[in-house]
């Protein structure tokens, strides 16, 4: 996977959970959480990778605090459409 991509489940109309699927070698499993922000949950490959950021509250999640985020653990930042989904329901 070449860009990062977000897959949100819905219930009832509304964002219940959201990931976001960050580029990663296939295969490339969790191997560490980390809690980095109230709400924001980053998954790390045993090689120490990121791979992923959980938004466990999806509906409260902004462009800003992703980018931050995505900016610490070095990963390409976002663009504000690319959270559109959330606003989807």
């Not at 490959?45 to 466990?56: F, N, R």
């Not at 992703?66 to 663009?79: H, M």
């Amino acid at each position: 996977m070449k860009r990062p991509y977000l897959e949100v489940t819905f219930r009832k109309g509304r964002p219940i959970a959201a990931y976001l699927y960050l580029p990663r070698p296939i295969g490339a499993k969790a191997a560490r959480i980390v809690e980095v922000r109230p709400h924001i949950v980053v998954d790390y490959a045993a090689s120490g990778e990121p791979i992923g950021v959980e938004l466990v509250a999806p509906s409260t999640a902004d462009i800003a605090s992703v980018n931050q985020v995505l900016s610490e653990i070095g990963a390409a930042l976002l663009e504000s459409e690319d959270l559109a989904p959330l606003r989807a329901a």
